[in-house]
């Protein structure tokens, strides 16, 4: 500021003349030959003297001397110019002045009051400086700020700034209502949800010194909101390099967090259990193999199939399927760690991948905990059931193994689980693809043989042991593979455990059996009944007995020549409702109903009463074991006593057929009788029989 100016002519009492005119004039001569830009003005604010700068510089050109000289301020500053003149109170300001270029130029003037020894005003001094680039600065400096402040404002942005010396925190004063939240006593990370602590740490600890990093995390609120934050921290340092202020950038993202949640729900959740989806499980695989091959990391996968789910839809209801498939994903998420990826792939089928394994162990106590939650029993509308799964199971831990097979090779162990009875786990073995590839091309055999007509029926006969006459036959399905000749069921068994190779080779049998029946018929050959087989799979469409009742007239063969074996694993497992009543039909038809292989599945005395049943069928390897006589007695004097015939099978000599003869079993067959034959030898066998 300018504050008082005295000048030689004050000491002067001559010269003061009127008490200070002759002050002004002569401040005025001093003024015109200041060599910067300088102005002077009385206290009426009129323009006494301009330096020769002022006026090169143009500044307030429109002034006059002797005129008003308040213009060079605006308007509105003109009671600070009065102030000065009369009060004697500096001030400065800034003027903008455009120079004859036409360009623009920012000045900065002192207004200084002029004091006698009284300490009144008697003129006002104004010097001024160009600062037009200082200004410009400043402008964009205060520009720039009114942006940040407005972009704050309207994304609802909260800025904090930490002095790591102090420990002082300053915020912004946007986002009020994320301040509370984001305000720490020692640790920065005491704002962050504890699930979600560590995750930042991690982050902020991979942070280098002067980098910003972003993350996203819930905010430690003690009133329960969930409030997600995407913030951007960058630790800024001083002059030294020492870390000086930690700088936030906050942002609430709950909307938006939730919006994605939904959206991710809709693409990466199964809608039934909420578990991952087929796409998410692949995401989260692919990231597993990478870790392997990247960090060396083991993991494990596993796949898991509800046994015999389609037979509990098929008699409960899919929505008791429903219950039991959210059942087994609550079983699956309490069994397996917080970390591992349990997904639902579609229908029965789930799977779970381990990571950071150490040994078969820790992929194997899961699995054991799986199977000891799936034996608790399942309540649904009244009922009570339980369920069992298969499951496959495959290890990665070997760095020069192809990770990208493990799907196939916990496939393969799945299968295997699957083959060996169900309700079972098995851990992948190198010798099991080599397995599987050889049932794959069966398979594709069995389905070119079928559509080659390569299948046909043989004929074993029943004989009745009391009457010593043949009774009837039962259809046996033969291969007549065009190089190794005529192959039995044992060859091809893994084709009837394909549902859809099941189903067609059912229909061949069926078909056959029909019109050889009609064909003897017509020959007037006495065949008595032909015994056909039926598969689960033949059972699962509803209208089993329909479709056979339809066949048989459509090929015009009496119900009296058919008889249809179920097997016992069939007939009492799931879907049994199902059976039993298109076996019930049946046999009120005039069908007869036989059990195939007795004993050797699960069979209850409650459920033989309560299914309709011909004939029970001693299996085989009770009759050939000696050691198994006891079996064999209980079983025809079961039969008996509930009025079935007992027909043993796999008889094949005439000690065998004396001690049954003795035990009281009514049918017989075997080799001891006869071997499976082809239908032309059957007419020729009936009438060479007993000769």
């Not at 390099?241 to 919006?259: A, H």
Request: glycine share 8%; aromatic share 8%; charged share 25%.
């Amino acid at each position: 500021m300018m504050g008082e100016v005295r000048t030689a002519w004050d000491k002067d009492g001559a010269a003061a003349g009127d008490g200070g005119q002759a002050r002004v004039l002569a401040l005025g001569a001093f003024v015109r030959e200041t060599p910067f830009p300088t102005a002077l003005l009385d206290t009426n604010l009129m323009l006494v003297a301009v330096s020769r700068e002022w006026t090169a510089q143009a500044i307030a050109p429109g002034l006059v001397l002797g005129a008003d000289a308040s213009g060079v301020l605006e308007p509105n500053d003109r009671a600070a110019l009065l102030a000065c003149a009369q009060e004697g109170v500096d001030f400065s300001r800034y003027l903008n002045v455009i120079a004859e270029d036409g360009s623009q130029r920012y000045w900065r003037a002192e207004f200084g009051a002029c004091r006698r020894e009284d300490g009144s005003v008697y003129a006002v001094m104004v010097t001024a400086r160009d600062v037009t680039g200082y200004a410009e600065s400043v402008l964009r400096a205060e520009r720039d700020e009114q942006r940040l402040r407005m972009a704050l404002e309207l994304d609802d942005l909260l800025v904090r700034e930490y002095d790591l010396r102090t420990g002082e925190i300053f915020f912004s004063d946007t986002a009020p209502g994320l301040r509370k939240w984001c305000v720490f006593k020692d640790d920065p990370l005491e704002i962050v949800h504890p699930d979600d602590r560590q995750q930042c740490a991690d982050v902020i600890a991979a942070r280098k010194i002067g980098e910003a990093r972003v993350f996203e995390f819930r905010l430690n609120r003690d009133d329960g909101v969930e409030t997600w934050i995407r913030a951007v921290g960058k630790v800024f340092v001083d002059q030294e390099g020492k870390p000086e202020k930690l700088v936030n950038l906050f942002k609430d993202i709950t909307d938006r967090r939730r919006q994605t949640e939904a959206i991710e729900t809709l693409a990466f959740k199964d809608p039934l259990t909420g578990l991952p989806n087929r796409a998410l499980f692949q995401h989260r695989f692919n990231e597993a193999v990478s870790a392997s091959e990247t960090l060396g990391e083991m993991f494990g996968l596993i796949m898991i199939d509800v046994d015999h789910f389609k037979d509990i839809n098929d008699t409960l209801g899919h929505d008791a399927g429903d219950v039991l498939l959210k059942r087994l994903a609550g079983m699956l998420q309490r069994a397996f760690r917080a970390g591992d990826t349990v997904a639902r792939l579609g229908g029965d089928e789930f799977a779970v991948i381990l990571r950071g394994l150490h040994s078969e162990a820790d992929m194997m106590r899961p699995i054991q905990k799986l199977q000891e939650l799936l034996q608790r029993p399942i309540e649904y509308a009244g009922r009570s059931f339980t369920a069992t799964a298969s499951i496959g199971a495959a290890l990665h831990g070997d760095p020069e193994a192809d990770p990208a097979h493990m799907i196939k090779n916990a496939d393969i162990a799945l299968y295997h689980a699957k083959e060996e009875g169900r309700n079972r786990s098995i851990v992948f073995e190198p010798a099991m693809r080599t397995e599987l590839e050889r049932r794959v091309e069966l398979l594709r055999d069995v389905r070119a043989a079928v559509a080659a007509n390569e299948f046909t029926l043989f004929y074993q006969p029943v004989v009745d042991i009391r009457e010593r006459r043949v009774v009837g036959f039962e259809a046996l399905m033969r291969w007549l593979h065009p190089e190794q000749g005529v192959l039995t069921p044992g060859h091809f068994m893994a084709a009837f455990e394909d549902q859809a190779l099941s189903l067609r080779l059912g229909d061949v049998a069926f078909e056959q059996s029909l019109r050889q029946m009609r064909d003897w018929l017509d020959q007037g050959v006495e065949f008595g009944r032909i015994a056909v087989n039926i598969s689960a799979a033949q059972f699962r469409s509803g209208r089993l007995a329909e479709e056979v009742l339809e066949r048989l007239d459509r090929w015009n063969v009496p119900c009296e020549r058919l008889t249809i074996e179920v097997t016992e694993n069939v007939y009492m497992g799931w879907g049994s409702d199902l059976v039993s009543g298109n076996i019930s039909r049946l046999h009120a038809a005039g069908v007869m109903i036989a059990l195939d292989d007795f004993g050797t599945g699960y069979a209850s005395l409650a459920n033989l009463r309560q299914f309709p049943i011909d004939r029970l069928k001693i299996d085989k390897s009770f009759v050939q074991n000696a050691e198994d006589e006891a079996i064999v007695k209980a079983v025809i004097t079961l039969g008996s006593s509930m009025g079935m015939k007992v027909v043993a099978e796999g008889v094949e000599d005439a000690d065998q057929l004396a001690a049954l003869m003795r035990y009281g079993c009514d049918q017989i067959q075997g080799y001891h009788f006869g071997k499976p034959m082809p239908a032309g030898e059957v007419a020729g066998f009936l009438s060479g029989f007993g000769g």
